[in-house]
T-cell receptor
Framework: KAGVTQTPRYLIKTRGQQVTLSCSPI?????VSWYQQTPGQGLQFLFE???????NKGNFPGRFSGRQFSNSRSEMNVSTLELGDSALYLC???????????FGPGTRLLVL | AQSVTQLDSHVSVSEGTPVLLRCNYS??????LFWYVQHPNKGLQLLLK??????LVKGINGFEAEFKKSETSFHLTKPSAHMSDAAEYFC??????????FGSGTRLLVRP
């Protein structure tokens, strides 16, 4: 079974631009969570989607948003990029009722 | 509020010697706990998880962890380190809303 895939793997943007990252969960997984990893703040929860609905949200500004499609694929969007948004963005998927989350390889975003 | 504390930011061992990575948690209930490993430029891989079935949990690649409620600890051990174990390890707690709360990570160095 294929794992969680994330595209693109690397991205360079400039301040003020917006970016969209994509995540395809493991087949059959309907819950998708997003995390931001930075050297200073470590790994922090962004949001979780289940059945196209945001079920949980972390403590991030409104510039960070996401959505989930009917096939469980998810996208996250960051608008008006800031230098501090440079990070590794990880997506994880899980089965309904299962606690274990399986992570993708991440998208590394560099904001210049 | 739930939290996770990894007591060492770096641990250095010689190949073939035991590994001990320490983790303490804070939770008002008996939590689900995980250890994940992250190799350079990769996503997170699940090593093992504790979900109250047994206090000694065996994981992949020879790792195991013991849940000690009285000490609020969930330390990760391996009898004999291998060069391929060099990576960053994260102790993770699942909160009551199914969000993952990560420790700050422990970087394991394995000397030849």
């Amino acid at each position: 079974k294929a794992g969680v895939t994330q595209t693109p793997r690397y991205l360079i943007k400039t301040r003020g631009q917006q970016v969209t990252l994509s995540c395809s969960p493991i087949s059959g997984h309907r819950s998708v969570s997003w995390y931001q990893q930075t050297p200073g703040q470590g790994l922090q929860f962004l949001f979780e989607y289940f059945s196209e609905t945001q079920r949980n949200k972390g403590n991030f500004p409104g510039r960070f948003s996401g959505r989930q499609f009917s096939n469980s694929r998810s996208e996250m969007n960051v608008s008006t990029l800031e230098l501090g948004d440079s990070a590794l963005y990880l997506c994880a998927s899980s089965l309904v009722g299962e606690e274990t989350q399986y992570f993708g390889p991440g998208t590394r975003l560099l904001v210049l | 509020a739930q939290s996770v504390t990894q007591l060492d930011s770096h641990v250095s061992v010689s190949e073939g010697t035991p590994v001990l990575l320490r983790c303490n948690y804070s939770s008002s209930y008996s939590p689900s706990l995980f250890w994940y490993v992250q190799h350079p430029n990769k996503g997170l891989q699940l090593l093992l998880k504790y979900t109250s079935a047994a206090t000694l949990v065996k994981g992949i690649n020879g790792f195991e962890a013991e849940f000690k409620k009285s000490e609020t600890s969930f330390h990760l051990t391996k009898p004999s380190a291998h060069m391929s174990d060099a990576a960053e390890y994260f102790c993770v707690l699942m909160d009551s809303s199914y969000k993952l709360i990560f420790g700050s990570g422990t970087r394991l160095l394995v000397r030849p």
